[in-house]
Structure formats: C-alpha cells, structure tokens
C-alpha cells in the first residue's frame, strides 16, 4: 500500500512556475514508477508526464514538452513536476499516481495509486 500526498499548487500569473511535489508513504517507493496526471474542468483526466524508478528515464505529453519536468528523489519518497511558462489552459487538478508497470504508462488503468491531487490556477 502506498500513500501520496500532493502539495505545491496555488494561484500564478501566466507565465509565472510552480512546483508540484508528491511524497509517498512507506519504505517501497523504488519499486513503482511514478506518473503525474491532471484534470481540468469539464475535461477527462490526462497523462501529463511519468518517470521510471530510477529516475533515469521521463516520459512526457506532447503537450507538455518543455514546459513541464519531472523527478524523483527516491531517498525523500518524494517525486516533483516543476512547471514552467503556465498558461491559464493549464489550470487543472494535479494528481501523482505510483504503478508496478515496466515503464511509466499514459493510461490510468497502469497506476495502482493516487494521490488526492492539487489544484493549479493560472490567471491571465
């Protein structure tokens, strides 16, 4: 069983960076690949980026690519998606998810825990 807590989400200007953290409970965090998701209103939930266990490899949406960047601290149970240049489309709920997949998947079905999520607001 794994636990996330999501924290860092706020209100910022267009243009402006926040960043996302997510700390997982328990002493197994290495074991599962982490992916960050969100939600805006009125839409489905969508994959924004992922990272495998080590950290050494990321996967992004293609929407998202050079904005937004993930990591892991595996000795802080702790993975973080930095966004940068926001735009009001960002705005949305933020969740990170843990999944026992190969490499982190796009998919919801792939992660077997998520966190409460975070909501992110860009104003104009």
């Known amino acids: 069983q794994v636990h996330l807590v999501e924290v860092g989400g706020g209100l910022v200007q267009a243009g402006g960076s926040l960043r996302l953290s997510c700390a997982a409970s328990?002493?197994?965090?290495?074991?599962?690949?982490m992916g960050w998701f969100r939600q805006a209103p009125g839409k489905e939930r969508e994959f924004v980026a992922g990272i495998s266990r080590s950290g050494g490899r990321t996967y992004y949406a293609d929407s998202v690519k050079g904005q937004l960047t993930i990591s892991r601290d595996n000795g802080k149970n702790t993975v973080f998606l930095q966004m940068n240049s926001l735009k009001p489309e960002d705005t949305a709920v933020y969740f990170c998810?843990?999944?026992?997949?190969?490499?982190?998947?796009?998919?919801?079905?792939?992660?077997?825990?998520w966190g409460q999520g975070t909501q992110v607001t860009v104003s104009a």
């Open positions: 328990g002493r197994t965090f290495i074991s599962y690949v």
């Open positions: 998810a843990a999944g026992r997949t190969v490499v982190p998947g796009s998919l919801e079905d792939e992660y077997d825990y």
